[in-house]
Nanobody
């Protein structure tokens, strides 16, 4: 059973930083990609960033490019999202997710191909 557990959310002022963690378990993840998504109240869940487990290939949403960094630690079975220069618009529940690379080659930024999701962690940025 694949499990993803996020942590690291909290409340910060604009310009601050947070580091989210996602611990993954239940299978080997070679051939998989890990993704971070977020959902603000009244809005659809949106793509933030993704990384392939083996090669470490990354993609980012334009809204976070240059401010957020996704990384993974294969030995610890963990994925991270370093968020710098946070803005009030970054306020949302952040979710970790994973799926097979072969099923998400073209639509890695869509929620559709992701099979497994964490419970989410709240990030609140005040102005």
């Amino acid at each position: 059973q694949v499990q993803l557990v996020e942590s690291g959310g909290g409340s910060v002022q604009a310009g601050g930083s947070l580091r989210l963690s996602c611990e993954v378990s239940g299978r080997t993840f070679s051939g998989y990609r890990m993704g971070w998504f977020r959902q603000a109240p009244g809005k659809e869940r949106e793509f933030v960033a993704t990384i392939t487990w083996s090669a470490g290939t990354t993609y980012y949403a334009d809204s976070v490019k240059g401010r957020f960094t996704i990384s993974r630690d294969n030995a610890k079975n963990a994925v991270y999202l370093q968020m710098n220069n946070l803005k009030p618009d970054d306020t949302a529940v952040y979710y970790c997710a994973c799926t097979e690379i072969r099923r998400s080659f073209r639509d890695y930024a869509s929620v559709r191909p992701y099979d497994y999701w964490g419970q989410g962690t709240q990030v609140t940025v005040s102005s």
